[in-house]
Nanobody, 126 residues
């Protein structure tokens, strides 16, 4: 599975962005997908994840209520809708994939993912 993240950019605080992650391969629909982010000088942190069935979603407390993860299996794409952005959301955002075993599970640790996209920069100005 190859992943290509896009949709990042510069936005003012309170604004919105939608990130996309396009995946190659015919098994996308059986992969749990996650979004992570990494700010300068900080470790990569979990943002959101969605099970391969799409029936279960998980969010970091810092983004809950503001971000929404979704997937469109026919388009081999996962999305991250980001609303009410804050300067502390500034980071490089990465999408990741892992072949799912259980339909309702999506991991939240980077080490549990096998495939990574190249990252897209999100900058939120105050």
């Amino acid at each position: 599975v190859q992943l290509q993240a896009s949709g990042g950019g510069l936005v003012q605080a309170g604004g919105s962005l939608r990130l996309s992650c396009a995946a190659s391969g015919r098994t996308f629909s059986r992969h749990a997908m996650g979004w992570f982010r990494q700010a300068p000088g900080k470790e990569r942190e979990f943002v959101a994840a969605i099970s391969w069935s799409g029936g279960s979603t998980y969010y970091a407390d810092s983004v809950k209520g503001r971000f929404t993860i979704s997937r469109h299996n026919a388009k081999n794409t996962v999305y991250l809708q980001m609303n009410s952005l804050k300067p502390e959301d500034t980071a490089v955002y990465y999408c990741a994939a892992v072949l799912g075993v259980i339909a309702t599970i999506a991991p939240s640790l980077p080490r549990d993912y096998d495939y990574w996209g190249q990252g897209t920069q999100v900058t939120v100005s105050s």
